[in-house]
């Protein structure tokens, strides 16, 4: 049930380019197109969306999206300190 409202509210709000892209996004990665439909839906909601969103449109909800969805990576080196030293020979 609630995936048919999910489906008309798309419907509604996208035009067919759009929903082919987002289709395309969902087979590849399921977790950013959720995030995209749930954003989608929202502005649908509370009556941001002005039309239907383009091709375009939906780009542009993909990078903010991405931007607000990124992972940042660090990579911390932990350096062994080796207890090998040249005074002491063992002869």
Excluded: C, H, W
Excluded at 20 to 25: Q, W
Aim: hydrophobic share 40%; net charge positive.
């Amino acid at each position: 049930r609630e995936a048919e409202i999910r489906n008309t509210i798309l419907a509604q709000v996208l035009d067919q380019a759009a929903r082919a892209r987002l289709s395309n996004l969902a087979l590849v990665k399921p977790d950013k197109a959720k995030a995209v439909e749930n954003y989608l839906i929202q502005m649908a909601r509370f009556g941001q969306l002005a039309g239907k969103v383009s091709e375009q449109g939906l780009i542009e909800i993909l990078e903010k999206v991405s931007q607000q969805t990124e992972k940042r990576t660090t990579v911390k080196f932990n350096r062994r300190k080796v207890l090998d030293s040249d005074e002491e020979d063992d002869y």
